[in-house]
């Protein structure tokens, strides 16, 4: 099994959609995978051969397959209306067949004349979109002409440049001052400022070691956004008056710097969508606009201006998202802000990415954060590409026709393609210039290979020009230079070392990074019940030796004390690696112990057969993974001990196996409270993990002090 295109992250590929990339099963309506809730079918919709992506479909595959990438018919930045002139003007002249013809009044001959150019016209692109149609994205190049030829027209109502906005300077007319700062990122040289922020908490702020910092704007209103005038009253409207953290956080994100954020929640969500919604909104509308423009310029004679306005395909933000219903929630809120009088294929986007409340199927009593990320459709196979002109807002554009990308990272890497495919498609990510990745808390339980597979491949030189006009390509975009001023939003739960990653090595803006760092309580003290937890720290050299010293330690240290209890039974040992659960499991089949065994992988009665036989003592022990545990959310009833081999990235996930089911057990007297204990296995390599539930003052002495076990009531 190919593990190049797996769901799973810990599984390195074990999940993965087999056989080649072609047509996808269970498109229709995006039916959900069975990733969430009991009782859900688990089709994950896998390829099964065929090739990559087809150019031609069949009418009726046409209309239940998303957008991606093709290589024909692949607009840059001009105007369609552009190119609609330019057929006009290619047109041959119409010749009177005879002389009764030439005798005509001169307004009949030109009226015929039109007539005859339309008639060609709507010929040559009926054959145009037949040869460039791909996966249903329909291209109606007269219908964008007319609308852009509005845009046009309306231009002269559009906002006056101001030199001090922050996208003149990092976009459209970066300063050599501020471009010198490419040298410093280059050489990983950063000057790092502490801050404390009310609402954020810790942060630590980068900037090129030799250039001055951007100096974020103050924000007490939407008014100080320097939103796109037709931006202000929708967001206005939709959002109200700012929230405290939009204040603190709207300086950043306006003056362009990458920032990770790991204090999301379910409650805050809300706001933070609208913050990135309105910024990806005024950010399209800018470019857009100066892009018109200068149509509008060039075509009135002054082709010697020399105007670098664009990138090399049009696509400009990029949003990396888990699920179909996280799209339907942010593009819900692009419409609102949009202010878009028409919506193109709207009714489509709903039927093939929303559910409506009778088909949906997550029961209320789930926890809040499980009801976010698994409610409505949940597939996590997805691409869609949304234009925007003044007036009307696409949705199913081919990419290079795209303004937004909306993408999981499974449906981004079966787009992209893998080394030695004969057919690749990459250059639609070359000109993304903001790129925002929200619930990556979620994405790290899928394959966390897909997105670091998609950010190599971000701000790539093109290998084809895909009609880009050169002349107009602004310089850092030619001098390979877009990585290191685009802007990258990161939104997370919680850190982990994984984002830490993608900060350190794709989060380049030569504006500035910002990373949160929050103070935490602990959830070990908020369970419910006083659980006797001991907290264990063996050695480990290095994070690559941690796996072999943790199932050392386990076999010797744990499992004496978890086999002496083999007669009482009861004990659930907690894997939230898929390796590890492995090895632990095939360590159980050399052993004389029943046990029982849950994984994302096991089939639905495997599961019940499982958890019947823990309940009732059959089985003395239960191995529980941290995946199966996310997308299921299993209330295991008989656990009289709880064995965490490793902390799950998840503090929720600490506060709900070990309180949850414990606090269950004695309330139905199972297990007295005071026999009721947690023991948690830890290296100093876990210390990011280990925070969110100690909390921040107690995880620095229990990483770094002499004694190597901790016990909590």
């Not at 249903?136 to 027209?153: G, L, P, S």
């Not at 090399?312 to 009088?341: H, M, Y």
């Not at 880009?468 to 802007?487: E, I, M, T």
């Amino acid at each position: 099994m190919s593990g190049r295109f797996s769901r799973g992250g810990a599984r390195g590929g074990a999940r993965g959609a087999r056989g080649a990339r072609g047509s996808f099963r269970g498109r229709g309506r995006g039916a959900p995978r069975g990733r969430g809730g009991a009782g859900q079918t688990r089709g994950r919709g896998r390829g099964r051969g065929g090739a990559k992506f087809s150019r031609t479909q069949e009418p009726e595959q046409e209309s239940e397959s998303e957008s991606e990438p093709s290589e024909a018919g692949l607009d840059s930045e001009d105007d369609d209306d552009e190119d609609d002139d330019d057929e006009v003007e290619d047109e041959p002249e119409v010749k009177p067949f005879n002389a009764l013809l030439e005798s005509l009044a001169a307004d009949r001959r030109q009226a015929d004349t039109r007539q005859a150019k339309r008639r060609k016209f709507a010929h040559e692109e009926e054959v145009v979109t037949e040869e460039v149609k791909l996966d249903d994205e329909e291209v109606e190049e007269e219908e964008d002409a007319e609308e852009e030829a509005d845009e046009v027209a309306d231009d002269n109502d559009a906002d006056e440049e101001d030199a001090k906005d922050h996208f003149e300077t990092h976009f459209a007319n970066p300063s050599p001052e501020f471009l010198k700062g490419i040298s410093d990122v280059v050489k990983n040289q950063w000057q790092t400022r502490k801050l404390v922020l009310p609402k954020i908490g810790r942060c630590v702020q980068h900037v090129p070691a030799a250039t001055e910092p951007v100096q974020p704007s103050s924000i007490g209103s939407s008014k100080d956004l320097k939103l796109k005038s037709r931006l202000v009253a929708p967001f206005e409207e939709v959002n109200g008056a700012l929230s405290p953290l939009q204040k603190e956080v709207m300086p950043y994100v306006f003056s362009h710097q990458d920032m990770l954020f790991g204090g999301r929640t379910v409650h805050n969500a809300d706001e933070l969508r609208k913050t990135y919604c309105v910024h990806a909104l005024n950010h399209v509308f800018k470019t857009r606009d100066r892009v018109v423009k200068n149509n509008a310029r060039l075509s009135h004679g002054n082709e010697d201006l020399e105007l670098r306005d664009q990138g090399f395909t049009r696509p400009k933000v990029l949003f990396i998202l888990p699920t179909r219903n996280s799209c339907v929630q942010v593009v819900e809120t692009l419409i609102a802000l949009s202010g878009a009088d028409q919506q193109e294929n709207k009714k489509r986007f709903q039927d093939t990415y929303s559910l409506s409340a009778d088909e949906e199927r997550i029961s209320k009593e789930k926890p809040e954060d499980f009801r976010e990320l698994f409610g409505g459709n949940h597939d996590d196979l997805f691409r869609l590409g949304v234009k925007f002109t003044r007036k009307t807002m696409k949705f199913f554009a081919q990419f290079y026709n795209s303004d937004i990308i909306l993408a999981s990272p499974l449906g981004l890497r079966l787009a992209i393609g893998d080394e030695g495919d004969k057919k690749r498609d990459y250059d639609f990510l070359s000109s993304i210039e903001l790129v925002i990745m929200d619930q990556a808390d979620s994405l790290l339980q899928q394959n966390w290979d897909h997105v670091e597979h998609v950010f190599k491949h971000l701000n790539l030189i093109p290998k084809d020009h895909h009609g880009c006009d050169f002349g107009r390509v602004r310089n850092w975009y030619l001098d390979s230079n877009a990585k290191y001023l685009r802007q990258t939003i990161v939104l997370s739960q919680y850190l982990t070392p994984e984002l830490n990653s993608i900060f350190t090595h794709h989060m380049h803006n030569i504006g500035g990074r910002l990373k949160s760092q929050p103070e935490y309580e602990g959830v070990m003290g908020d369970l419910g019940l006083q659980i006797q937890q001991i907290f264990t720290r063996f050695p480990s050299a290095s994070p690559a030796a941690d796996p072999d010293a943790r199932f050392k330690h386990f076999t010797s240290a744990i499992m004496p004390s978890i086999t002496r209890n083999a007669s009482t039974g009861g004990s659930l040992v907690f894997i939230p690696s898929y390796f590890d659960f492995v090895r632990v499991r095939n360590h159980f089949d050399t052993l004389d112990i029943s046990f029982g065994a849950i994984s994302e992988e096991t089939p639905v009665p495997d599961v019940a057969r499982a958890r019947s036989h823990f309940m009732s003592g059959r089985h003395s022990v239960l191995l529980y993974t941290g995946r199966a545990h996310h997308f299921r959310r299993y209330e295991i009833r008989g656990v009289r001990d709880v064995v965490l081999y490793a902390l799950p990235d998840n503090p929720v996930f600490y506060k709900e196996v070990v309180g949850g089911f414990l606090v269950r057990s004695v309330g139905e007297g199972l297990v007295d409270t005071g026999k009721a204990k947690a023991r948690v296995v830890f290296s100093k390599w876990d210390a990011m993990k280990l925070e969110r539930v100690v909390g921040s003052k107690r995880v620095r002495v229990m990483c770094n002090d002499v004694g190597d076990t901790y016990e909590f009531v």
